[in-house]
């Protein structure tokens, strides 16, 4: 534990450092050329990529597996629709069961309706083959860490996925305003966290890209919608 926490904390000076490097190339007047590609280009998709790990590794410190109490539990993900889980949890004999569905709110799971049940069988692979089930990232800490981003080269953004009916929904953060935006919308609207709860239930939990892996750029989110 003691040297993960020494690795994110080089990780986190690393990324300081290539911030205030690319502050300091924005102030100049000209860039050294390099061999092997544009320098900057190569720095950008590094600096990406680390705050990629270190949004991965606060996620995994977050999230909290099930204790170990017997019960068996099915996650997934649908499409267009928050995360579900089937628990199904034995009583002291083993003899019977509750079966209980509960789905993601953004902040915590909800029940959906649970009963009794009996004669419970269970296959799975011999050898394991998904990750263990997690509590997906509250949504109020996927808001933060997109807060207070919009100076970095290639800020990060929340996206939602497309579905039968819209386009892929991106949320970033510009002077300290939400503003989404979909693919084909003419412009972007303020948003608020609350708003994000309900895009939850009807788009599915939301993912944490860099913008310049979205379908939309820096340009889309900036100029005032009253303007339109």
Same mark, same amino acid.
Not at 32 to 61: C, E, K
Not at 62 to 75: E, H, K, P, V
Not at 172 to 182: A, G, I, Q, T
């Given at each position: 534990m003691a &040297?993960?926490? /020494? =690795? !994110? =904390?080089? $990780?986190r000076e690393i990324d300081s450092n290539f911030h205030r490097l690319f502050e300091a190339v924005n102030d100049g007047d000209d860039v050294v050329s390099m061999p092997g590609g544009d320098p900057l280009a190569t720095l950008r998709r590094?600096?990406?990529?680390?705050?990629?790990? !270190?949004?991965?590794?606060? /996620?995994? /410190?977050?999230d909290l597996t099930l204790a170990d109490d017997g019960a068996c539990l099915l996650q997934w993900n649908p499409p267009s629709a928050p995360p579900h889980r089937l628990r199904f949890e034995p009583d002291s004999t083993g003899e019977s069961w509750t079966r @209980? =569905? !509960?789905?993601?709110?953004?902040?915590?799971? @909800?029940?959906?309706?649970?009963d009794r049940v009996e004669d419970v069988a269970?296959?799975?692979?011999?050898?394991? @083959?998904?990750p263990d089930p997690v509590d997906p990232t509250p949504l109020e800490t996927m808001v933060e860490w997109?807060?207070?981003s919009w100076a970095r080269p290639d800020p990060p953004a !929340?996206?939602?996925?497309?579905?039968?009916?819209?386009?892929?929904g991106v949320v970033v953060s510009v002077d300290d305003e939400l503003r989404y935006r979909e693919r084909d919308s003419p412009q972007w609207y303020p948003?608020?966290? &609350?708003?994000?709860y309900? #895009? $939850? /239930?009807? #788009?599915?939990?939301p993912t944490l890209l860099p913008l310049s892996e979205t379908a939309l750029t820096r340009q889309h989110f900036t100029p005032s919608p009253l303007s339109k």
């Amino acid at each position: 534990m003691a &040297d993960s926490q /020494r =690795e !994110l =904390e080089t $990780l986190r000076e690393i990324d300081s450092n290539f911030h205030r490097l690319f502050e300091a190339v924005n102030d100049g007047d000209d860039v050294v050329s390099m061999p092997g590609g544009d320098p900057l280009a190569t720095l950008r998709r590094a600096q990406a990529q680390i705050d990629a790990a !270190l949004f991965a590794s606060h /996620r995994s /410190r977050d999230d909290l597996t099930l204790a170990d109490d017997g019960a068996c539990l099915l996650q997934w993900n649908p499409p267009s629709a928050p995360p579900h889980r089937l628990r199904f949890e034995p009583d002291s004999t083993g003899e019977s069961w509750t079966r @209980r =569905e !509960l789905e993601w709110t953004g902040t915590g799971w @909800r029940s959906c309706g649970s009963d009794r049940v009996e004669d419970v069988a269970i296959r799975a692979p011999a050898a394991a @083959r998904y990750p263990d089930p997690v509590d997906p990232t509250p949504l109020e800490t996927m808001v933060e860490w997109i807060r207070d981003s919009w100076a970095r080269p290639d800020p990060p953004a !929340l996206v939602f996925a497309k579905t039968a009916t819209t386009e892929q929904g991106v949320v970033v953060s510009v002077d300290d305003e939400l503003r989404y935006r979909e693919r084909d919308s003419p412009q972007w609207y303020p948003a608020t966290t &609350d708003e994000f709860y309900h #895009h $939850l /239930r009807t #788009h599915g939990q939301p993912t944490l890209l860099p913008l310049s892996e979205t379908a939309l750029t820096r340009q889309h989110f900036t100029p005032s919608p009253l303007s339109k």
